[in-house]
């Protein structure tokens, strides 16, 4: 094994996700979050890092604004992310 496969293998800490208020965000990688809580494989803490000075309760509303709209039948109050303490646990 690489170095770098053995450090993939040991696990994450967190994932950070930056220009998490972006359109790429929420066009794609919210979507892509949603999908791994409902397979029972997003099993760290998700850190948004944005510019834009919203608070995590903003942060988190407009992540589940774009599920709603980009998951065909997901509702986010039925979301696996839905008051799970890895979403995103921090809008920075």
């Known amino acids: 094994?690489?170095?770098?496969a053995a450090e993939l293998a040991a696990g994450s800490d967190a994932?950070?996700?930056?220009?998490?208020?972006?359109?790429?965000a929420r066009k794609k990688l919210y979507p892509a979050l949603y999908h791994l809580a409902a397979?029972?494989?997003?099993?760290?803490?998700?850190?948004?890092v944005a510019s834009s000075g919203w608070t995590t309760e903003a942060f988190r509303e407009n992540a589940a604004r774009?599920?709603?709209t980009t998951v065909p039948h997901a509702k986010a109050e039925d979301s696996p992310l839905a008051g799970a303490a890895c979403?995103?646990?921090r809008c920075c």
């Not at 094994?1 to 770098?4: A, S």
């Not at 950070?16 to 359109?23: I, N, R």
């Not at 397979?39 to 948004?48: A, C, K, M, Q, S």
């Open 87 to 89: 979403w995103p646990s």
């Open 1 to 4: 094994k690489t170095r770098l």
């Open 39 to 48: 397979r029972d494989r997003l099993d760290l803490p998700v850190i948004g």
């Open 66 to 68: 774009a599920i709603d």
């Open 15 to 24: 994932l950070v996700l930056f220009g998490a208020t972006g359109d790429l």
